[in-house]
């Protein structure tokens, strides 16, 4: 027996709202313990920069239209400061003359103009769901997430050819220290943006967000190959540009493999365990809840929805067992972090040993058939 939360306000992008009885304005803060363990020292350190940790239960919960508001102010910043950072690399251009700083420049104002897919992609995400789009506009999203990995994908492409090129064809590097300001905005500016996003996205439970920090991050390093080439090249050793580009674009690759392994989940509905954990405890502490049959979650976007079936009491009445299933998702919505709506199914308990299920058996998944010899 699906049940679906009675009818109550509903916010500007058409997500459930609600508050709970007897406490007014309730947060739904996220009561439950995620803490892991981490590598620690230098080998923690690397992997907090080339994939920095994140649960898909995120650490606090707002609402969905609050979720996405935060995701376009982020993008909003960060696109301001990648442009105050190009313009600064195009003044030291201007003075220098160097054709190299210009590339990197050009480079760092075209990357940042990749903000705009995710920002549409916000945008269509507060849109309320249609008859054509019965779950919404989330998943555009993960779409912008899949365009933001090939731009990192294009960065390390970039990135590797030009040092392989500079090993086969030197050339000299000249207005050195103009170079080595240069490398040192275009570090700061991204980084500074990519810490930003990241933790924005983080806070969310965007993926897409956090891919598209770890992008301007890529961005910083290429602008730090810059800084090292510099600083070799006053060490006299004219190499060092090159080499060190290599080194970026190893890098590079690590940050791909992050970012791409996260949009690759996210498109495939995968979850935290613990966040399914998590869910189901919620379930059977409910009174009356005899047990939890095919709890399934999945993200769209930045939200969580949820599908799952309840064996109640076969004694109960068609109200009371509605009540219960009532119940179970209010608490699920209250409970599990970033959840906006959830199918419940209730089923009578096996007290008689009839199969209530009986009918659907053959649509079920089973065993093969035998093959015909």
Excluded: C
């Excluded at 549409?120 to 998943?139: D, N, P, Q």
């Excluded at 509905?269 to 399914?276: F, G, I, T």
């Excluded at 009445?317 to 199918?343: C, F, K, M, W, Y």
Aim: charge should be negative; proline fraction near 5%; avoid cysteine.
């Amino acid at each position: 027996m699906p049940t679906s939360p009675r009818p109550a306000s509903r916010g500007d992008d058409g997500e459930h709202q609600h508050e709970d009885a007897g406490s007014p304005g309730h947060d739904h803060a996220d009561d439950h313990d995620h803490s892991h363990e981490h590598p620690a020292g230098v080998k923690g350190w690397l992997a907090s920069i080339f994939r920095p940790h994140s649960h898909d239960a995120a650490d606090s919960v707002d609402s969905a239209l609050e979720s996405s508001a935060q995701g376009i102010r982020a993008l909003k910043i960060s696109l301001v400061a990648l442009g105050a950072t190009a313009l600064l690399q195009g003044v030291v251009v201007a003075i220098s003359g160097s054709a190299a700083l210009l590339a990197d420049t050009i480079h760092n104002f075209s990357d940042a103009l990749t903000a705009f897919p995710l920002w549409i992609a916000f945008v269509l995400g507060r849109r309320a769901a249609t008859r054509s789009y019965t779950y919404g506009f989330g998943r555009a999203e993960d779409l912008a997430g899949v365009f933001v990995v090939v731009m990192i994908t294009l960065s390390a492409v970039v990135a590797g050819y030009e040092s392989v090129h500079r090993l086969i064809d030197p050339k000299p590097i000249t207005d050195v220290g103009w170079v080595l300001v240069a490398g040192l905005i275009g570090f700061a500016g991204n980084e500074l943006v990519a810490v930003y996003r990241i933790r924005v996205g983080r806070k969310i439970g965007s993926a897409a967000l956090v891919a598209d920090g770890l992008h301007a991050r890529t961005d910083g390093f290429t602008s730090l190959a810059v800084v090292g080439a510099a600083l070799g090249v006053l060490a006299g050793y004219p190499l060092a540009d090159p080499i060190i580009g290599l080194g970026i674009t190893v890098a590079i690759l690590f940050v791909l493999k992050g970012a791409a392994s996260d949009i690759y989940r996210r498109l495939m509905d995968a979850v935290d365990p613990e966040l399914v954990d998590a869910a189901e405890q919620v379930l059977r502490s409910v009174p009356g809840v005899h047990d939890v049959d095919d709890l399934r979650l999945r993200w769209v976007g930045h939200r969580v929805r949820a599908e799952t079936g309840l064996v109640v009491d076969s004694t109960l009445s068609l109200v009371e067992a509605h009540a219960i299933a009532n119940t179970a998702q209010h608490r699920l919505l209250h409970d599990v972090p970033r959840l906006v709506g959830a199918t419940i199914h209730v089923s009578p308990r096996n007290d008689d040993g009839q199969d209530h299920h009986a009918d659907l058996a053959h649509h079920l998944p089973g065993p093969s058939p035998p093959q015909e010899s």
